[in-house]
């Protein structure tokens, strides 16, 4: 194949891509630094070069600072708790069992919900009055009160998404019901890919399933782990159509996450110099949140 | 022989099926819930018991749904989600799959570097250049457009990087005997690469249309017509008007819903291949 003129086939093919990865990644990437430099209101007639006056603001702004808590807070929630029941409902896919089709079919649908279902449907279960998780909570609080009232208090109703306290881990459990099945299909791939005659030496020696997963597979699965967890923290870390949709941020900020607070300042007030410098704070933070990951769980190998 | 310590295997076996099932009927529950409150009438909506088989089943949910037109264009949100999403399928398909092919077979200058960059951004949050890419689209005055709700979602990286490392495993062996046979590049990427790479094609399909149809952040800032809205945010907004008719805003939420719930379970078995074709390995 010498006989063709590779560049000029080259940019043919290549043409396309190009045009819309300079328009839409690359040029945004520098744009929004530039715009970060500026104050940029977006109903003015032009910006004002600033330097790193936003930078400086978004770093002394208590808002920011909240909601950069309450993101680490989801953040903190989601990422293990999705993470481990990921893994462990792949592990028990991996068993082949009868009917792992359609437990495969099952864990996975929720993945397949847009973020806007999943609030709308979500506000209604956790509706203190109609929703369904305080009705089957309150059977059962009220069957163990009538069994011990000494121990178990009859009220065991639960303000979910109206409570500052409640709020966030609310957020995170629909997180975790909507997410799980998206890594668990990639721990499944890894899982398939541990060579089945090193499970069936360890075996032989007399392992027991759990040591057999703790000595064999678990170290051959760290590139997965590894990847599976560097996803789910830049994606929690972006958190925002869950509060967007159902509390706006409330109750008292308990649940302003920084893309939000990223939103209300960009398409709000129309600070877009502002929110933009707000962006890629939060992208220097997942930066080092992913180095530390690599470095953590590479160099153990 | 007979016995092979079948006994512990099938105590286990048991357990780990009833702890599975559990675990599907919970995660099932909130879908289940919502297509069987689709179903129901407004007076067992709210019933004291809660009802998980609708009785009656009536329809009139989704009549009442698509013929509040005037109000809620939810006919035109459906067909703009079933526009923007195919539009952004074929055209990743077609953007992706050329890109791939050069990076994959052409031998050119730059050609590693390049690829490297577009992997590299891979790696960047996409929420945080939504402004900048928000005043770009709007620059080119696509505000409000169709333009706008598909041609930003082109420019990802993943169809590219997903599409390269399958073509690298199609071997060459089968393009020297057309290049023989006299096809150029061209031909041989429409008559041999693509055909081959129908598995890894249609994965990328199904990711693409089911991430498009979801897609909420982009559209919400992108657009502010109604007529424009594609059903996320539409519904979004229903249910801003419809708080507590639960009947009614159920069966919003599952129309949006169930033209993915279907195309799963007829790819399903791309679906997890292509995940396991993405090549996560370290």
Redesign the interface.
């Known amino acids: 194949m010498k006989i063709w003129n590779r560049n000029k086939y080259a940019a043919l093919f290549l043409l396309p891509y190009t045009v819309l990865f300079l328009t839409f990644v690359v040029s945004p990437i520098i744009y929004g630094f530039v715009i970060s430099l500026h104050k940029w209101y977006i109903l003015a007639p032009h910006p004002t070069y600033v330097g790193i006056a936003n930078y400086a603001a978004v770093l002394k702004d208590d808002l920011f600072r909240i909601a950069f808590m309450r993101t680490a807070f989801f953040v903190i929630m989601v990422v293990p708790a999705g993470n481990a029941l990921s893994l462990l409902l792949a592990v028990g896919l991996n068993q082949d069992y009868k009917g792992t089709t359609f437990y495969k079919v099952a864990y996975y649908l929720p993945v397949l919900t847009s973020v806007s279902v999943v609030a709308i449907l979500w506000r209604w279960l956790y509706s203190t009055e109609f929703g369904l998780l305080n009705y089957y909570l309150t059977k059962i609080g009220f069957a163990l009160h009538t069994m011990a009232p000494a121990i178990f208090s009859g009220n065991w109703t639960v303000n979910w998404l109206s409570s500052t306290k409640t709020a966030m881990p609310s957020i995170a459990l629909l997180s975790v019901w909507w997410g799980a099945g998206g890594n668990m299909l990639i721990y499944l791939a890894g899982l398939k890919n541990v060579p089945k005659e090193l499970l069936e030496a360890a075996e032989i020696d007399g392992c027991t399933p759990f040591q057999r997963f703790w000595a064999v597979t678990w170290p051959l699965l760290k590139p997965t782990t590894l990847f599976c967890l560097v996803m789910s923290v830049i994606g929690s870390f972006q958190v925002f159509g869950q509060t967007y949709i159902l509390t706006g941020g409330g109750p008292y900020y308990s649940t302003l996450t920084v893309i939000l607070y990223m939103f209300q300042q960009g398409f709000s007030q129309y600070q877009m110099g502002y929110a933009s410098a707000v962006g890629y704070v939060l992208f220097a933070a997942v930066l080092v949140f992913t180095i530390l990951q690599f470095k953590m769980l590479s160099v153990k190998k | 022989m007979g016995k092979q310590k079948r006994k512990p295997i099938s105590v ?2 048991a357990i ?2 009833i ?3 559990l ?2 009927i919970i ?2 529950s ?2 289940a ?2 297509i069987s409150t689709s179903l129901k009438q407004e007076s067992t909506v ?1 019933s004291a018991v ?1 009802q998980w088989l609708p009785d009656p089943v009536t329809f009139e949910n989704y009549t009442k749904l698509f013929t509040q037109a005037q109000d809620f264009p939810v006919f035109r949100w459906l067909a703009n989600s079933m526009f923007v999403s195919m539009s952004v399928t074929l055209l990743v398909l ?3 799959s ?2 791939a ?2 990076f994959s077979r ?4 730059g ?1 590693d570097t ?1 690829f490297m ?2 992997v590299a ?1 891979m ?14 689209v709007q620059k080119l005055g696509w505000f409000n457009s169709y333009y706008g709700l598909i ?2 979602g ?4 993943f169809g ?1 990087f997903l599409l390269r490392q399958f073509f690298l495993s199609i071997p060459v062996e089968l ?2 005997a057309a ?1 023989m046979d006299g096809a ?3 031909g041989i ?1 429409w008559r041999i690469i693509l055909p081959l790479a129908k598995p890894a094609l249609a994965a990328l399909a199904i990711f693409t249309f ?1 991430g498009s ?5 982009w559209p919400l ?1 992108i657009t502010n017509d109604m007529n424009l809205r594609t ?3 539409g ?2 907004i229903f ?1 801003g008007r419809y708080t ?1 008719e ?1 009947g009614i ?2 069966t ?2 599952a129309v ?2 169930l033209p ?2 279907i195309a ?2 007829i790819f ?1 078995k791309r ?2 291949e292509g ?2 074709m993405t090549g ?3």
């Open positions: 286990r076996h780990a099926q702890v599975m099932t675990a599907a995660m099932l909130p879908t819930w919502m709210l809660p077609f953007v992706a050329s890109a092919y050069a052409l031998e050119f200058k050609r390049m960059c577009v951004t790696i960047i949050p996409s929420q945080i250049t939504l402004i900048p890419v928000f005043l770009i041609v930003p082109l420019a990802g990286g590219v393009e020297e290049f150029g590049p061209i990427y089911i149809w979801n897609d909420f952040a800032i059903l996320p945010i519904i979004m249910q507590t639960y805003t159920m919003a939420a949006c819903t993915i719930i799963f379970l399903q679906i997890t995940i396991a996560i390995k370290g």
